[in-house]
């Protein structure tokens, strides 16, 4: 138990969260932290020690060979059993009883960490997700607005356009009233020189016909007139 607190308390380095983002973001399955350590044999052996021995040398093989190896230690004194090794083996037991004494305890509280420590990365990565899936939403909506700036813009296009074609067209219907308005001031400048040519010639002809009627003649055409009159009044009685 106090071994799995003392290696599960320790913060991962950030190059391994870099690395394992890195894997992340190359579609592979993310690593998941191991809830306990790998098993061991008494107390400190590992457990992968006794399979690479099961199938060469069988069950007893890793019993055999720990035996052996502490008996050459000694009989060679390679390890020489002085005063330090009694306090060695001191220490050990005094270690042992704290682990199985106090290490529920400190395993406990190391736990609670390890989840604090856990829910507060899970908390930031969820925060950043949601920071990136707004980022994302904003993006998409600029998106969006882009795009109607785009029809904003062919609308405007569009009236300008139009508005081009009005001035056009205004400035075409101006040019037909001034053009026609100069047309009818020389139709008018026609009819009237035609006016004042026959009015002209009429007082021409008539000047030249009173002018060529003699006094005898006007008094025989009044005298024949007044009988005209005296004839049809006495017809028409």
């Given at each position: 138990m106090l071994s799995r607190a003392a290696i599960l308390s320790v913060q991962r380095p950030m190059g391994a969260m870099a690395a394992r983002a890195a894997a992340t973001a190359a579609g592979s399955d993310r690593p998941v932290r191991p809830e306990h350590p790998g098993k061991v044999r008494l107390g400190f052996i590992p457990e992968e020690?006794?399979?690479?021995?099961?199938?060469?040398?069988?069950v007893t093989g890793p019993y055999t060979f720990g035996v052996g190896l502490?008996?050459?230690?000694?009989s060679k004194e390679i390890y020489v059993m002085e005063h330090e090794y009694y306090s060695g083996l001191s220490l050990a037991i005094m270690a042992i009883?704290?682990?199985?004494?106090?290490?529920?305890?400190?395993?406990?509280?190391?736990d609670g960490e390890i989840d604090r420590i856990e829910a507060e990365w899970k908390?930031?990565?969820e925060d950043e997700l949601k920071t990136l899936q707004e980022s994302i939403e904003a993006e998409k909506k600029e998106?969006?607005?882009?795009?109607?700036?785009l029809l904003l813009m062919d609308a405007k296009k569009?009236?300008?356009a139009l508005q081009l074609e009005a001035a056009?067209?205004?400035?075409?219907?101006?040019?037909?009233?001034?053009?026609k308005r100069r047309l009818d001031y020389q139709v008018e400048c026609r009819h009237i020189e035609r006016r004042l040519n026959q009015k002209h010639m009429?007082?021409?002809?008539?000047?030249?016909?009173?002018?060529?009627?003699?006094?005898?003649?006007?008094?025989?055409t009044l005298n024949k007139c007044i009988a005209d009159l005296s004839a049809l009044a006495a017809r028409s009685k």
């Open positions: 020690w006794f399979q690479f021995f099961y199938n060469k040398t069988g502490i008996t050459y230690l000694c009883v704290a682990v199985k004494k106090l290490g529920p305890a400190a395993a406990k509280w190391a908390q930031g990565r998106q969006w607005r882009a795009e109607g700036s569009e009236n300008v056009f067209r205004e400035r075409a219907m101006n040019v037909y009233n001034e053009v009429v007082d021409w002809i008539v000047k030249n016909v009173m002018a060529s009627i003699t006094p005898q003649q006007e008094k025989e």
